[in-house]
T-cell receptor, first 113, second 113 residues
Framework: EAQVTQNPRYLITVTGKKLTVTCSQNMNHEYMSWYRQDPGLGLRQIYYSMNVEVTDKGDVPEGYKVSRKEKRNFPLILESPSPNQTSLYFC????????????FGQGTRLTVV | KNQVEQSPQSLIILEGKNCTLQCNYTVSPFSNLRWYKQDTGRGPVSLTIMTFSENTKSNGRYTATLDADTKQSSLHITASQLSDSASYICVVSAHQAGTALIFGKGTTLSVSS
């Protein structure tokens, strides 16, 4: 089954404690991206990757890092989480950046206290 | 500036009724327009994708229309069901690398019995 898998689904952490949210896709997609979703603001792109070892900032990259060492995986790293990063996070993948359908993961609800 | 505006922000209808959601966009150069359905706390799921040359596309009880001249799209839901209660997000893709998807903030639909 074609899917994008995020882990964990729920996470509560404390300010400053480094964390990683994993994302994996099994569709051999080249393009992957991370979004955060906040009430009244919709989905905003954090980082994206056009292919292995190619990453770039989206609209709201501050406080986040990513890596793309393999085509299927695109982890999101919060080196020093802060309460304003409390949000619902989605990973998405597609064959290309804009012309093809994007598949979203089930989401990770992160709370930073 | 590339933007996608959706209306109404929220909508309540009775089960069995029809409804229409609106999307206006100012995105250039235009590639395609997508409608996604997002259940609460879940990842968005694609309903339709339309390119410049398509003016209507159906997916079961969902019918999307696109007027590329006026830069407007609508999503019509026929014979609504309780399971249609969700957020509906209009997403426009631009012909550019990287951050190619521009998201609307969504319309929250509640179907009551």
């Amino acid at each position: 089954e074609a899917q994008v898998t995020q882990n964990p689904r729920y996470l509560i952490t404390v300010t400053g404690k480094k964390l990683t949210v994993t994302c994996s896709q099994n569709m051999n997609h080249e393009y992957m991206s991370w979004y955060r979703q906040d009430p009244g603001l919709g989905l905003r792109q954090i980082y994206y990757s056009m292919n292995v070892e190619v990453t770039d900032k989206g609209d709201v990259p501050e406080g986040y890092k990513v890596s793309r060492k393999e085509k299927r995986n695109f982890p999101l790293i919060l080196e020093s989480p802060s309460p304003n990063q409390t949000s619902l996070y989605f990973c998405a993948s597609s064959y290309s950046s804009g012309g093809t359908e994007a598949f979203f993961g089930q989401g990770t609800r992160l709370t930073v206290v | 500036k590339n933007q996608v505006e959706q209306s109404p922000q929220s909508l309540i209808i009775l089960e069995g009724k029809n409804c229409t959601l609106q999307c206006n966009y100012t995105v250039s150069p235009f590639s395609n327009l997508r409608w996604y359905k997002q259940d609460t706390g879940r990842g968005p799921v694609s309903l339709t994708i339309m390119t410049f040359s398509e003016n209507t596309k159906s997916n079961g009880r969902y019918t999307a229309t696109l007027d590329a001249d006026t830069k407007q799209s609508s999503l019509h839901i026929t014979a609504s069901q309780l399971s249609d209660s969700a957020s509906y997000i209009c997403v426009v893709s631009a012909h550019q690398a990287g951050t190619a998807l521009i998201f609307g903030k969504g319309t929250t639909l509640s179907v009551s019995s």
